[in-house]
């Protein structure tokens, strides 16, 4: 089994940068493909970042939709099996609740084939 915690959200003005931070346990995250998912209020949950088992020496490919690619960044942290997100110049779309999940093997973008689950984290963008 497989534990995710996410920290780091809070309120922001248009433009500031915020971290979240994605603590695995019972499994090393790198062993792991991960993502992370928001939801607004009233919208489906949608993917804004993933990251694939590490693969040899290297951390995984990174993949972004195109509403985020260039402000977001996915890592990951081995020492402390963390996963984070970086968001830079956030906008108030950037909104909702956050979330990371995880599975065994292969990156997709449905949150439906996810099978770990954190309990989310609130981002809100305003002036």
């Known amino acids: 089994q497989v534990q995710l915690v996410e920290s780091g959200g809070g309120l922001v003005q248009p433009g500031a940068s915020l971290r979240l931070s994605c603590a695995a346990s019972g499994r090393a995250s790198g062993n792991l493909a991960m993502a ?4 607004a209020p009233g919208k489906e949950r ?3 970042a993933a990251i694939s088992q590490s693969l040899g020496w290297t951390s995984g490919n990174t993949y972004y939709p195109d ?5 977001f960044t996915i890592s990951r942290d ?3 099996n963390t996963v984070y997100l970086q968001m830079n110049s956030l906008k108030p779309e ?3 609740v956050y979330y990371c999940a995880g599975r065994p093997v292969g990156v997709v973008f449905n949150p439906g084939r996810y099978d770990w689950w954190g309990q989310g984290t609130q981002v809100t963008v305003s002036s």
């Open 36 to 39: 992370w998912f928001r939801q």
């Open 46 to 48: 949608e993917y804004v």
């Open 67 to 71: 509403s985020v690619k260039g402000r």
């Open 94 to 96: 950037d909104t909702g």
């Open 78 to 80: 081995y020492a402390k």
